[in-house]
């Protein structure tokens, strides 16, 4: 059989179109040929890779294989003469070949015999054959390959580029097309003769041309490559066919192309985003999220099997810092059921590009949280307006049939209308405010952003550890803003339900963290669950009848 390097996909259907061309051509079987030395010669060698036969009557029998129509076979020997003969016309071989002549279905058997003719003036100067020539280069370029493919396996690429380099330059003295040919083969053949290069394609590449030299048939389909010398018109015919199929059909008419859709964007179970107050006092909340990450979607795997999920998280400072709002990051992932799993095996995911599965989201994610830099203004009220405005935009951009906000802060927004006067009165000795008449329209639009998105909110009730530092007291600074924020988000979500009669945003304390963020957490996503599951029941009892 013949050896095809099939260097992509596409080339699949043309090599076995040339390959069948070659086929549907055979004209000769069971060749064998039978080199017979006549008296006062020695064959010494006979050039040659096909499998060969030496027999007690010092002839060589080769297997010539097959031959499809057009080809030819060349078989070249070296051969020894006696000093002296009576007749200078000297018969030195017989060549007798058998075969299966396929049209005609009988065996063969034909033979030659080859002369040649001696003087007496001394050696002739007379030029050598051509053909000859020619086919001492092609057995020159085979061993070549050869042995750089041998140098290339043991890693000595330089002694392979070597070797085809001498074979190139000794085949430059030769003008005719066949040498010619020949030399831009190897020198194709050093361009892969590198370590990245060689294991790629050039080992194979090689091995391909070896053999079509060795067997003088074509098995490269491509024009470049160098061996249209053996190709045969019936393997050149189907090649074209073949390569012409693949080609698109022309339409009788042709409209004008439409813009192609843009691929769908993946639609997950859940899409969740922490809203995290980045200043100096709420330091141990943000490691709590960052090394309770992993454990929390390992719960998440347990409690709720096969579930899509959506990460994200914003942190935020105050307005007198040097960046409001740290660029979030989002990381996506296609079954928690399998993040839990990654300890121990990769897992399959949706993701951001920046991670290349779902584990190693989470663990950026959790690099980016203690990368976090602690900081904070001036005053106790930190910018949370533009911390969840941030994550309102965030979320426009996830496509997920459950949203979830979970706010973690322990100081209120700017603006006398969320916090008491009984907070004022009582911190009045300290900064609780540097921009107290501040009208809060950044945090109510994010609000009702959330609202209309169908955005579930829950708010971490957390003590100010600030206020207990300085006054050996617990001030629950947040509760009017959370109520402020509840009467607002239900004004545009359920303006005719009551809020105590809402689910959709809840608090839940969080004083002690590393004991409760985990059940908390779980608890906000199964009443979010619950909750959107209501939603989509809800909208279809009250769509109109089918």
């Known amino acids: 059989g013949m050896y095809y390097f099939v260097e992509t996909n596409d080339l699949i259907p043309e090599s076995f179109a040339h390959c069948l061309g070659g086929l549907l051509t055979v004209k000769a079987q069971n060749m064998k040929l039978t080199l017979t030395a006549h008296e006062g010669v020695t064959i010494s060698k006979v050039h040659t890779t096909r499998p060969m036969q030496a027999l007690p009557n010092g002839s060589f029998q080769v297997d010539m294989s097959d031959m499809q129509a057009e080809e030819q076979r060349d078989l070249v020997f070296d051969f020894k003469l006696d000093k002296s003969v009576d007749d200078l016309r000297q018969i030195i071989a017989t060549a007798t070949l058998a075969y299966m002549d396929v049209e005609n279905a009988v065996f063969k058997e034909v033979s030659c015999v080859f002369k040649i003719e001696r003087t007496t003036a001394g050696l002739s100067e007379q030029e050598a054959d051509s053909n000859v020539q020619a086919q001492l280069n092609r057995i020159e370029t085979m061993e070549a390959m050869r042995r750089a493919m041998q140098h290339a396996e043991s890693g000595d690429f330089t002694s392979a580029q070597q070797t085809l380099a001498t074979t190139v330059t000794h085949l430059s003295h030769f003008s005719d097309s066949y040498s010619t040919a020949m030399q831009s083969e190897l020198m ?46 019936s393997k050149a015919s189907m090649h074209r066919r073949a390569k012409a199929a693949k080609q698109p059909q022309p339409q009788p008419q042709p409209q004008p192309p439409s813009p192609s859709p843009s691929p769908p964007k993946p639609v997950y179970d859940l899409a969740l985003v922490f809203v995290l107050d980045g200043t100096f006092c709420m330091d141990a ?194 509760s009017e803003m959370i109520r402020v924020c509840r009467e607002k988000y239900y004004a545009v979500k359920n303006p005719d339900v009551a809020p105590q009669d809402n689910s959709t945003f809840e608090t839940f304390d969080l004083k002690a963290p590393d004991e409760t963020f985990i059940p908390n957490v779980l608890q906000a996503i199964t009443s979010s669950f619950r909750n959107s599951h209501a939603r989509i029941v809800g909208a279809r009892l009250d769509g109109p009848p089918s």
């Open 188 to 233: 194709q053949c050093q361009q892969v003769m590198t370590p990245q290069a060689y294991r790629r394609k050039g080992k194979h590449e090689m091995r391909s041309r070896e053999q079509a030299h060795s067997r003088q048939r074509a098995n490269v389909t491509g024009a470049e490559s160098g061996l249209d010398h053996y190709t045969t018109k």
């Open 285 to 478: 909340y943000r490691d709590t999220l960052s090394e309770k990450l992993l454990e929390l979607f390992r719960e998440m795997a347990g409690r709720f099997p096969c579930t899509t999920c959506h990460i994200g998280c914003v942190a935020y400072w105050d307005r007198l810092d040097s960046d409001d709002i740290q660029n979030p990051w989002t990381f996506g992932m296609k079954n928690v059921a399998q993040a839990r799993e990654y300890e121990c095996m990769c897992a399959d995911i949706w993701h951001d590009e920046r991670c290349p599965n779902a584990a190693q989201a989470l663990l950026e994610m959790r690099q980016w949280l203690r990368e976090l830099p602690i900081k904070g203004g001036g005053d106790v009220c930190e910018d949370f307006g533009a911390g969840l405005g941030a994550a309102a935009n965030l979320l426009e951009s996830f496509y997920a049939t459950t949203k979830l906000v979970i706010c973690m802060t322990d100081a209120p927004a700017h603006g006398k209308q969320f916090y008491t006067e009984a907070i004022r009165k009582e911190y009045g000795k300290h900064d609780l405010d540097l921009f107290p008449d501040d009208d809060g329209k950044e945090l109510i639009d994010a609000l009702e952003s959330l609202a209309r998105g169908n955005v579930d909110v829950f708010m971490a009730e957390i003590p100010n550890q600030q206020c207990i530092m300085f006054d050996g007291i617990e001030l629950d600074l947040t």
